[in-house]
Each structure stands twice: as C-alpha cells, then as structure tokens.
C-alpha cells in the first residue's frame, strides 16, 4: 500500500468529518478543541401491551424489577459508549439522568446526559435510551416477546462550537419555513 501524504489523510471539506479525502474512516482530533460544557438529551419508546406496563409498575416480572435495572443499564451504557461506537471519543461524564415513564402501551424513555469536554454526548444520551430500552426488553420478553423499540432520536443538545440544537424548535423552523414556501433546516 503506497504512503499516504498528510492532504490525502485530512477531513474532506463541507464532507463527514470521520471520513479522510482517501474515504478512510478515522477518529477525528478534538486535541485543539476547548473544553467547554455540554448536554445531550434523547428518547425511546419501549412499546408492549397495557397489562405488561401494569406488571411493569407493580414490579411484578419473573426476572423482578425492570424499571430500577434498565435505568442503571442505560447509566452504564451512557458511561461505555466508546466501547461499543468504534469512532467516539472516551468522555468523562459529569452527569447521566434517565427517566422511565411507563403508562399505557409505552415506556418512555429519557436520559439526559452531561461532560466539561472536547466533544459533544449525543451518542452518550441514544447509547442510554438505547440500553435502558433493551433492558426493559430483556426483563419483560418472558411475558412479551413482541415488544417493540422504537422512536430512538437526540432530542436536544447544547455546548460546542455548532451551539444549541432543540428537536422541537427545529421541527417548528422547519413547518414555518415549508409553509412559506422556503426550505427548511436539515433534520
């Protein structure tokens, strides 16, 4: 394989950031980044029928209490995603909250997550929704096998150099901007 020179190596422009001109996959260098504070927020959905979430709640499940375990599954999955996602980088987690909200046919899903860091934690707070929802799979599949997840998406973050993102906000830029006709933001 022929040596590459540093150009062939750098970040395409306007491009992904983790893919080099050579379309190589490679962990981008937040060295020069200043540390600064930064929040994520996420959610999933853990659908399954309403007398599985009765089961749920009253903490009456053949492997015991689902609720407590996934949200401690998902505070270790927040703290272990550069172990699981190749490309992210190892962050020192100030904060990880996680809210399970079970009512109906659903358990709602919610970790916000936070870091004094280089880079942002939105993969921390899906990896947290992520597990916490395979855990509360995991607990309830002896008495439904047919649960879904689904739903997984960053609702919100802040900090960095690209600043504050809102789900909702967007969402309403977007609908106002089609509605007179111009393009909306990227989703």
């Keep these: 394989m022929p040596e590459m020179t540093p150009a062939e190596n750098a970040p395409v422009p306007d491009a992904l950031t983790h893919v080099r001109a050579d379309g190589s996959a490679h962990m981008v260098d937040v060295t020069d980044k200043p540390v600064t504070s930064r929040s994520a927020s996420a959610r999933a959905v853990l659908r399954t029928r309403e007398d599985v979430i009765a089961r749920l709640v009253a903490d009456d499940l053949p492997k015991g209490e689902a609720l407590a375990v996934s949200r401690l599954a998902g505070i270790m999955g927040a703290k272990r995603t550069s172990d699981l996602i190749p490309l992210c980088h190892p962050l020192p987690?100030?904060?990880?909250?996680?809210?399970?909200?079970?009512?109906?046919?659903?358990?709602?899903?919610?970790?916000?997550?936070?870091?004094?860091?280089?880079?942002?934690?939105?993969?921390e707070a899906l990896t947290a929704v992520t597990v916490c929802a395979l855990t509360v799979f995991d607990m309830i599949k002896a008495v439904d096998h047919l649960a879904v997840i689904e739903d997984v998406r960053v609702l919100a973050k802040s900090g960095g150099k690209s600043g504050d993102w809102d789900r909702d906000v967007a969402a309403g830029a977007k609908g106002a901007a089609s509605a007179n006709g111009a393009a909306?933001?990227?989703?």
């Design 93 to 123: 987690l100030t904060g990880v909250e996680l809210d399970l909200d079970a009512h109906d046919d659903v358990v709602e899903i919610t970790a916000r997550v936070r870091t004094a860091g280089l880079t942002g934690v939105e993969m």
């Design 184 to 187: 909306g933001e990227p989703s």
